[in-house]
């Protein structure tokens, strides 16, 4: 098990920043992949960006590509999404998601998901 708790949404005006963060427990959080997804009303779940256990390698959405970096830090079992310039496109809840392994892009390859957190950009 791995219990996640996101924070960090709000209300942003379009062109504004957002940190979102993700709390884990238990000594193994460094042993997971961890990654961030989105879901907007009457969407699905969309992948955002994932980093692998250590920090060294990330990979994003290609939509999302310069304005969103994820990142970690394994002493604090926390994962960050740094979220620059949104957009009101943008508006969505965030989750964040952990799995043992390799990257994996399908929300359906991740075991562990914390509730979300809400992303709303204003125009």
Known sequence: QVPLVESGGG????GG???LSCAGSGRTFDSYRMAWFRQAPGKEREFVATIN????STEYAD???GR?????NNAKNTVYLQMNTLKPEDTAVYYC?????SGAYSWEDYLYWGQGTQVTVSS
């Not at 209300?11 to 379009?14: E, F, R, W």
């Not at 969103?68 to 970690?72: A, D, E, V």
């Open 17 to 19: 920043s957002l940190r």
């Open 11 to 14: 209300l942003v005006q379009a």
């Open 97 to 101: 998601a952990a799995r043992l392994g």
């Open 68 to 72: 969103f970096t994820i990142s970690r």
């Open 63 to 65: 939509s999302l590509k």
């Open 53 to 56: 256990w250590s920090g060294g």
